[in-house]
């Protein structure tokens, strides 16, 4: 008996439009899927944390109870950017970890299909022209626009682009490879939003949404929900061989926010954040990047997904370029990155991506994941990033059973 | 300038316009909005002072599709201004990668974004090619 905590059980549902559910039918069925698949019920969960940050204000997890059952357990509704997932991941862990409860589900859901663009924009400005200054900075009009752009595209093309301006080596060209590798990657993967290959050119001459990111560089706006139950290793040991052969330990579950750095009023700052994440991880797993059999990262945007590879430590500081470029990260290379297809082409519904990674990643390490099967993967590892700031980081091992 | 009105207040306008900060007078840490206590180090006295007019472009993104009402395209940039980032857009040139590029140095300018019916003219900033 130790300290540990375990995957039990684990699903996401197909990732795509899904135009006949809503999102308490979504979570539905991740959640029921998730139960099944750890050969558990409701009955047996002491604490439920639901996220859909689209609706973070709606109850989602309260609305889940009254369709798969209200036994009355404690409900965390969490929202925390595009880590609302893994944050809720996390909650129910720390009350298992706590003592409290033996057993926690996590879900989340989003409905996003059709969604577009996501930030900027604002108040148009009214009939009666008068300038007025309101808000924070005196604002007379909207400044998406007039003063750099707001919209997550523009952003994430900036953060690549810094990387770029720091260490060198990237291009339009780079950012686009990244792209292509995921795309490709997620023809294998029968869940995602998107499993067609698309050519380099065909990315690059792709829509531009915002320098260097054409559409097909940008994460897939789309349906879907993905849940997960954890259990204490007590508990565990308990139960049949079975489930513990499939069990899947958490190695580190991390979240971190922010720090301060120079200029994260302007940019907002993804990368100490994530470094701090890894660090901690590493830490509290006892293994290293070389140690990783495969990653799942936050690739809302190609350009993102390279700062990421500097970032957790799969290459040497300003090496993401030629670290790319040398197919580390295909999945026949050294490290594979998002063999699901990423958030670029698996999908990207909100909430449920912190968790959805969580499941590839366990998908593999359970030698379940068929014809993109990471063979022999023993260790893995799920990041996001939620704007704002929020990293969460989780290092995931196979049963030894 | 009576007849005139910056489009965010952090903006200086008059002889030669340019762009003010609250300065943590312990560390040093800048920022554009108020703050109760400094981010960096939480200390709570905050100095105003002038952000350097030139600067180098360290990140950009053309952007051609933006939420509506938002005219495209444009560059935003971030800006390395002796030490302080500014975020703004790169104006007075083609928003093209082959004209707008990493390291390019560039100085604040102001614009006139338009006019209320009153007659005041709100102005805008952006960064210009230096060279």
């Known amino acids: ?401 | 300038m009576a007849n005139q009105i910056p489009l965010v207040d952090y903006l200086e306008l008059g002889d030669q316009p340019h762009l003010k900060a609250l300065e943590c007078t312990s560390c040093g840490a800048r920022y554009f909005d108020r703050r109760n206590a400094c981010a960096s180090c939480s200390g709570t006295d905050f100095r105003s002072v002038a952000v350097p007019n030139d600067g180098i472009v360290k990140a950009f993104s053309i952007v051609t599709f933006a939420a509506p009402g938002v005219p495209v395209p444009f560059v935003s940039a971030i800006i390395d201004c002796d030490g302080t980032s500014v975020r703004g857009n790169i104006i007075n040139c083609e928003p093209s990668p082959e004209v707008v590029t990493l390291g390019m140095p560039v100085r604040l300018a102001t614009y006139v974004l338009g006019t209320d019916d009153h007659g005041v003219e709100a102005i805008g900033f952006g960064f210009e090619p230096a060279n």
């Open chain 1, 1 to 401: 008996m130790s300290d540990d905590i375990w995957i039990l059980g684990i699903t996401m549902t197909k990732f795509g439009k899904h135009p006949d559910k809503d999102t308490v039918d979504l979570a539905s069925e991740a959640a029921m899927g998730a139960l099944a698949d750890g050969g558990v019920t409701m009955k047996d969960m002491g604490i439920l944390a639901a996220g859909c940050l689209m609706q973070s204000n709606a109850g989602i997890g309260q609305q889940l109870q009254k369709q798969i059952g209200q036994t009355g357990i404690p409900v965390y509704n969490v929202a925390n950017a595009c880590a609302t997932g893994a944050t809720a991941l996390r909650t129910a862990i720390m009350a298992v970890k706590s003592g409290e409860v033996d057993m926690g589900l996590a879900v989340g859901v989003e409905k996003l299909a059709g969604a577009g663009l996501l930030g900027g924009g604002g108040t148009p400005k009214s009939d009666k022209k008068e300038w007025s200054p309101s808000g924070r900075y005196g604002a007379v009009t909207n400044t998406d626009g007039r003063i750099g752009a707001a919209s997550m595209p523009a952003v994430f093309a900036q953060v690549g682009m810094e990387y770029g301006h720091k260490y060198g080596g990237t291009s339009f060209e780079l950012f686009a490879k990244i792209a292509e590798k995921n795309h490709a990657h997620s023809t294998l993967n029968p869940l995602a939003a998107y499993t067609k290959r698309m050519t380099l050119e065909e990315i690059m001459n792709d829509v531009m949404i915002a320098y260097p990111n054409t559409r097909s560089m940008c994460s897939a706006n789309c349906d879907g929900a993905a849940a997960a139950v954890v259990v204490s290793d007590a508990k565990l040991k308990t139960m049949s061989l079975e489930q513990q052969r499939r069990a899947i330990k958490v190695k580190a579950s991390i979240l971190t926010s922010d720090p301060y750095q120079e200029g994260c009023q302007v940019l907002p700052d993804v990368n100490t954040l994530t470094k701090n994440a890894a660090r901690l991880a590493y830490e509290a797993a006892g293994v290293g990047p070389e140690d990783l059999d495969l990653v799942e990262l936050h690739d809302c945007f190609a350009t993102a997904e390279l700062v990421h590879y500097d970032n957790l430590g799969l290459c040497e500081e300003g090496g993401a370029a030629d670290f790319f470029l040398s197919g580390a990260t295909w999945r026949d290379g050294k490290t594979p990155v998002n063999v699901s297809g990423g958030l670029e082409s698996k999908g990207h519904p909100i909430a449920a991506t912190g968790i959805a990674n969580i499941w590839e990643i366990c998908h593999h390490l359970r030698g379940e994941a068929g014809p993109r099967q990471i063979e022999g993967a023993k260790v893995g590892m799920a990041h996001v990033i939620g704007l704002g700031s929020a990293c969460g980081l989780h290092i995931l091992e196979k049963s030894g059973l």
